[in-house]
């Protein structure tokens, strides 16, 4: 059995963890009697820590807000990743975070063992992030969409769509995809009785916490590739696949997951398939990749490669006039 400060902090790191657990299975996981939990929770109380209790069959325990951080303990390989995570941080698409990102990165570097310290001056010296265009997100937006799945709550948020006013919108939240970019929302939308995507840097008001759900089929097996498709090719007028003659690897590094779903097709090609409201715009992006390409699909986009071929080889004979 732990001793009792060992205890404590195995207690805290598990309310931390998990929002709400019940006295039994807090004594399960801890392998320690429920008499023992409660009167844990009595000391980690008397310490400061905010310790809901709710009672009932359903009831638990909770940690509430305005909890502080138990030590962390980390191994050589953890502290050296949690560094150099704070040290990149900064130019990710979350809003305000990249001065928090250095306060805690000065304190770690504080407590960093002599052994890793060239270590960590090596890694952060020889890693270098390009900034990208990347649209700032709310972190207490970001904390507080991530709290309702954790708790299968409703939120209500007013968000402001590409066209049109802000509008108010009341969904159940089930996950986070973030795309390097942008951070995007998969939810049951319960005013439309369907699912959605948002964009969590368009969402313009605190979320607000209502009901809780039961949750449901997600609408796909990978919400990953649910979200790139919703955000490649759903919102557009033509959705487009091609065959690339290149390997998949050579067109990543052109092609971003915001853009367009890349697949291997053999060792040497790739099936690229991403929306367009326009052929012509289609047909520009792709010419631009300086690579062969069958299209696939749609037919009027085949048609339309057709034209524009005729078109420079007449523009390139001096035949046009």
């Known amino acids: 059995m732990l001793e009792t400060s060992a205890r404590l902090l195995q207690l805290l790191s ?13 004594a399960e996981r801890m392998e320690v009697t429920e008499r023992t939990v409660r ?5 980690l109380r008397s310490l400061g820590y905010p310790i809901s209790a709710s ?16 030590p962390l303990l980390l191994d050589d390989g953890e ?16 809003a305000g975070i990249g001065e928090s990102s250095v306060r805690a990165l000065a304190k770690l570097e504080q407590v960093l063992p002599p052994r890793l310290r060239p270590r960590f001056s090596a890694l952060k010296g020889s ?8 649209s700032p997100v709310d972190p207490d937006y970001l904390t507080a969409v991530s709290g309702a799945i954790s708790e ?18 009341i969904v159940e939240p089930y996950h986070l995809v973030n795309t390097g970019r942008r951070w995007y929302l998969v939810a049951w939308d319960t005013m439309r009785q369907d699912w959605r995507t948002f964009r969590v840097d368009r969402i313009n008001s605190a979320p607000t916490e209502r009901h809780k759900y039961l949750p449901r089929p997600l609408p796909a097996d990978n919400v990953v590739d649910y979200v790139q498709q919703s955000i490649t090719r759903s919102p557009y007028r033509y959705d487009v696949v091609v065959r690339l003659h290149a390997p ?8 971003g997951p915001s853009l367009a779903q890349l697949t291997p097709d053999g060792p040497g090609h790739t099936i690229l398939k991403a929306g367009w409201d326009s052929l012509d715009y289609a047909l520009m992006h792709l010419s631009i ?3 062969d390409f069958d299209v696939l699909e749609p037919a009027e986009l085949r048609d339309r490669a057709r034209q524009m071929a005729e078109r420079l080889a007449r523009s390139g004979s001096g035949e046009a006039d």
Do not use: C, N
């Not at 709550?153 to 590409?162: E, L, N, Q, V």
């Open 14 to 26: 598990l309310l931390q963890v998990h929002r709400e657990w019940t006295g039994g299975a807090l």
């Open 39 to 43: 009167r844990d929770i009595g000391k």
């Open 55 to 70: 009672p009932g069959v359903a009831g638990g325990y909770q940690l509430g807000a305005g909890a502080r951080l138990p």
């Open 79 to 94: 502290a050296l990743a949690v560094a150099l995570g704070l040290a990149t941080v900064a130019s990710g698409p979350v």
């Open 127 to 134: 890693v270098s992030t390009l900034p990208t265009p990347a």
């Open 152 to 169: 299968r709550r409703a939120i209500g948020f007013t968000y402001s769509k590409s066209e049109g006013a802000p509008e108010r919108r």
């Open 248 to 255: 998949m690897a050579h067109v990543a590094e052109y092609i």
């Open 289 to 291: 990749l300086d690579v």
